[in-house]
């Protein structure tokens, strides 16, 4: 650890989408991603395969409950030991994982408790892997690098949803679900090797207090103060929990039965998915170009009320085409909104609670907003889509009255470049 911790300066010139160190990062994470989305696919042919509709719903939800009990604590362990370390191990227990069973169903028909334990086995080890990864990019870049880093992972996020199903079903389709659960264990082995070649900063600054060691649970009790009492961090936190706890359901599940309700049919649906889709890879894409905005935290406040207001009328539009162009500012303005929370964050946090704030973060996006899933449904199921479209907005807006109710969130800007530092 001390070797890996001592290569890269603290006035790095190179900007992010020129640092070797960055990139190999990012392949990494890219790999990863993809090597996630075959996984998916690969589980949910096989599920479907050995169970019926019902098992096969109760098999892919199964990653997600070791996921969200174990998360905050993976985040206790990301601080406690070298995240570089954490996401090196748990890529190496993935890879082994799946390419075990891509073994197992060479050689048998997947057994539904097979792919149940897979799950399970799959989301425990991912409630190592978030946080750790969530705490990296502070260790291998420089804080006015980390707009443009948060922008080029979520372009890695958007290529790995595009290309991770066509490769699994391809898989499939070539070789059945042995060859996909294969390929997903090859590209987590890939990540590897990349992983190793990283180069990372000391912990903290000096001068900058660090906190006392103990026990797990009385550094996880730590963490949530720290969150709770920091002026910054503690309003970013809330607001983009509560987004996600408005939008998440209404533009997922909400999304489809809007498009039932309406009869714009499957393309109709494809459409407007593919919309805020580009929405959001065009806000990534605002932010590794650029690597700053302006007035970032009242730009926060405004593209997330943008968000929430276009939520809100989506679902009072007359036509596809005017859903369609919602959807793309939606996206857009809900990705400059992420980006920019993940950033102020990142930059404010002191680096040994960046795993537990990491963890909070991701616990909202992965263990509470899945729960408005089955509320959207039936509140749809019972009312339409208008006036539950109409209240998630609302509901979500809330999230702005934190931000501005917040002076230093009105206040906060990304860090400039370094001097030297040259797109």
């Known amino acids: 650890m001390a070797t890996a911790e001592t290569a890269l300066p603290e006035s790095a010139t190179t900007p992010a ?20 989305s075959v996984y998916f696919v690969a589980l949910g042919w096989s599920a479907q395969k050995a169970a019926g509709p019902t098992e096969v719903g109760l098999i892919l939800a199964a990653g997600a409950l070791p996921r969200a009990l174990l998360m905050l604590g993976g985040g206790v362990v990301a601080d406690r030991i070298d995240p570089r370390r954490i996401v090196l191990g748990s890529d190496t227990l993935r890879c082994l994982l799946i390419l075990s069973v891509a073994a197992a169903i060479a050689l048998t028909t997947p057994a539904l408790w097979i792919l149940v334990a897979v799950a399970l086995a799959f989301g425990a080890v991912d409630a190592l892997f978030v946080p750790a ?95 709770r009492r920091h002026r910054l961090i503690g309003p970013l936190v809330a607001a983009g929990a509560i987004c996600e706890l408005g939008l998440t359901g209404t533009l997922s599940v909400g999304m489809v039965l809007l498009n039932a309700e309406r ?108 729960l408005s899933y089955p509320l959207v449904g039936a509140a749809i199921g019972a009312w339409g889509a208008a006036p539950v479209f109409v209240g998630c907005g609302t509901f979500a807006s809330l999230g702005v009255a934190i931000a501005l109710a917040s002076g230093p969130v009105r206040r906060a800007e990304l860090p400039r470049q370094l001097p030297g530092v040259t797109a």
């Open 17 to 36: 989408h020129r640092d070797g160190n960055v990139l190999r990062w990012l392949a990494a994470y890219t790999a990863s991603l993809i090597g996630d």
């Open 263 to 370: 009869g714009w049919g499957p393309s109709g649906y494809g459409w407007i998915v593919s919309s805020f889709g580009a929405g959001a890879a065009a806000s990534a894409a605002l932010l590794a170009i650029g690597g700053w905005l302006p007035r970032a935290g009242l730009m926060l406040a405004g593209t997330l009320f943008v968000g929430c207001a276009g939520a809100a009328a989506l679902a009072l539009v007359p036509a596809l085409w005017i859903a369609v162009v919602l959807a793309a500012l939606i996206g857009l303005s809900a990705g400059i909104f992420g980006s920019l929370d993940n950033t102020l964050i990142q930059t404010a946090a002191n680096p040994a609670y960046l795993g537990r704030v990491t963890s909070v973060v991701m616990l909202t996006m992965v263990g509470l907003a899945p």
């Open 133 to 227: 990864i969530g705490a990296l990019p502070p260790r291998i870049t420089s804080s006015d690098q980390l707009a443009r880093v948060t922008g080029m992972r979520s372009l890695s996020m958007r290529l790995s949803q595009i290309a991770g199903p066509p490769i699994g079903g391809l898989a499939m389709g070539l070789g059945g679900a042995a060859a996909a659960f294969t390929v997903a264990g090859l590209l987590f082995a890939l990540s590897l090797p990349l992983l190793l070649t990283i180069r990372m900063r000391p912990l903290g600054s000096p001068g900058e207090e660090q906190p006392e060691p103990g026990t797990a649970w009385k550094d996880l009790l730590d963490g949530l103060r720290y969150i």
